[in-house]
C-alpha cells in the first residue's frame, strides 16, 4: 500500500475510491475524474433505484461501468466491490478520522439534505430523522456501525490483487496533498 506521498508507477485510468459514509468518496472521485479526463460514475445512482429499492439491472451497470477504457466510481456494495476491484488500477482508500472528521461530516450532510428536501438518486430523498430511532440502516445509524470495514477489506483485496496500486490517505490534508501532488504528476508525465 502506498502512502499519500507515494509516486504512482503509472497513469491511472480505472480508479476506484474507498471509504465509509461521509468519508468524502464521491466528491473525491467526481475531483479525479476531472484531473484524469476519465468519467465519474456516482455508484448510488446505479443502485438505488426509486424508494431506495435496489435496481434490478445494478450488477449488469456495474459490468458496463468496468468495461470502460476510463471511469472513476466509489468502491462500495458488497456486490460490486469485487468486480470494480479486479479491473481498477487504482484503489484510494480514504481513511480519515472518524469522530472528528467523517461522522461530523455525513452529519451535516443528512441534516441538510433533510432540511432542503435535496432529491438524490432517481427520486429518493433522505427520510425523516425520527427514523434514526427505528431504522437500522438509517444512514448515520450505518456509517457508526460500519466505520471499521474497510481496515479489512483494503489490505486483503490489496493482497489478492498486488498489481492494483492502493493509496491510502489518513487525512484531508493528505488527500489535498496527494491529488497536487502525486496523482497530479502521474497525470501530466504519462500525457506528454
Request: proline share 7%.
Amino acid at each position: 500500500m502506498l502512502g499519500y506521498d507515494a509516486h504512482l508507477p503509472h497513469r491511472p485510468r480505472r480508479i476506484a475510491v474507498a471509504g465509509v459514509s461521509g468519508s468524502g468518496k464521491t466528491t473525491l472521485a467526481a475531483r479525479i475524474a476531472t484531473l484524469t479526463g476519465g468519467p465519474h460514475t456516482d455508484i448510488d445512482g446505479l443502485f438505488h433505484g426509486p424508494g431506495w429499492t435496489p435496481r434490478e439491472s445494478f450488477l449488469d451497470d456495474v459490468r458496463a461501468l468496468v468495461a470502460a477504457d476510463a471511469w472513476t466510481t466509489e468502491w462500495q456494495y458488497r456486490t460490486a466491490r469485487p468486480l470494480i476491484a479486479q479491473h481498477a488500477d487504482l484503489l484510494v482508500w480514504l481513511d480519515l478520522p472518524f469522530w472528528t472528521t467523517t461522522f461530523p461530516r455525513v452529519l451535516r450532510r443528512t441534516l441538510g439534505r433533510r432540511r432542503h428536501h435535496t432529491v438524490l438518486w432517481n427520486g429518493n430523498v433522505e427520510p425523516p430523522l425520527r427514523t434514526l430511532f427505528t431504522d437500522s440502516e438509517h444512514i448515520l445509524r450505518w456509517a457508526v456501525s460500519t466505520r471499521r470495514k474497510y481496515a479489512d477489506q483494503v489490505p486483503a483485496i490489496a493482497r489478492e490483487l498486488p498489481s492494483l496500486t492502493v493509496v491510502r490517505l489518513r487525512s484531508a490534508t493528505q488527500v489535498e496533498q496527494w491529488i497536487t501532488g502525486p496523482l497530479r504528476n502521474a497525470v501530466h508525465r504519462h500525457r506528454e
